[in-house]
């Protein structure tokens, strides 16, 4: 793919987009994703979109008590490293900064990020 392509498809019954933009991945339930709230955190290569939607089903599983709370994930490509923001929307009023040191948390968490990259070919 190239840097100018675009694209979005849509996966699985439940309706979860993909949108590509050149070195950009974004993993989210609606479009336009909108970050609310969101941390990032740097990776080294490995698969963008294995590693957007394991990062989603965590925070999903962390947030999941959060009313209104709709997750996206999005990944770049850049300077030989992945840079990724992980949070969403939220419909209503939440606690901004204790939700985003939660995301900041779950991204900087060792044991998952191994997961995360043995899922996503890290290093392959």
């Known amino acids: 793919m190239h840097e100018t392509d675009h694209s ?13 933009e050149g070195a950009t991945l974004t993993l989210a339930r609606h479009l336009p994703a ?9 990776f080294p290569p490995m698969g963008r979109l294995r590693l957007a939607q394991q990062v ?3 925070m999903w599983r962390a947030l999941r008590d959060v009313r209104g709370f709709s997750p996206a994930v ?19 009023p939440a606690p901004k900064a204790v939700l985003e040191a939660r995301i900041a948390a779950l991204l900087a968490d060792p044991e998952k990020r191994a997961r995360w990259a043995r899922f996503a070919g890290a290093g392959a």
């Open 56 to 58: 989603r089903q965590d």
């Open 8 to 20: 979005i498809r849509t996966t699985g019954p439940r309706g979860w987009h993909v949108l590509r």
């Open 74 to 92: 999005r990944v770049t490509a850049q300077d030989g490293a992945l840079l990724l923001r992980a949070g969403g929307r939220v419909a209503g």
């Open 34 to 42: 909108r970050f609310d709230i969101g941390a990032e955190a740097a």
